[in-house]
């Protein structure tokens, strides 16, 4: 299991940005060798995929709900993961989670944070 700590959450209104951030802490692991995850739940549905980048960075993918308006980047110097959002939409309310699995284990994540809250308001 990896410490998440997710930050950057708010209110914003429909159109506007947010920049989320999910640092990793511990001394027991190696941020490098994680692929990491943004997932989203919005009330009454179900936790859904967001976006997913390699260890490396060097590749990405994301829900074709947000493709277009959601880049996902991470630092492995400051053991952090982001997710730029903009072009907010009022279905991109939810508590958004932070998640990371072992680089060989594909998109298949194992350790999550416990969430920051995105309202955006039309």
């Known amino acids: 299991q990896v410490p998440l700590v997710e930050s950057g959450g708010g209110l914003v209104q429909a159109g506007g940005s947010l920049r989320l951030s999910c640092a990793a802490s511990g001394r027991t692991f190696s941020f490098s060798t994680y692929n990491m995850g943004w997932f989203r739940q919005a009330p009454g549905k179900e936790r859904e995929f967001v976006a997913a980048?390699?260890?490396?960075?060097?590749?990405?993918a994301y829900a074709a709900s947000v493709k277009g308006r959601f880049t996902i980047s991470r630092d492995n110097a400051k053991n952090t993961v982001y997710l730029q959002m903009i072009g907010l939409k009022p279905e991109d309310t939810a508590v958004y989670y932070c998640?990371?699995?072992?680089?060989?284990?594909?998109?298949?994540?194992?350790?999550w944070g416990q969430g920051t809250q995105v309202t955006v308001s039309s």
């Open positions: 980048i390699t260890w490396s960075g060097g590749n990405t």
């Open positions: 998640s990371a699995g072992a680089a060989g284990a594909g998109w298949d994540f194992d350790s």
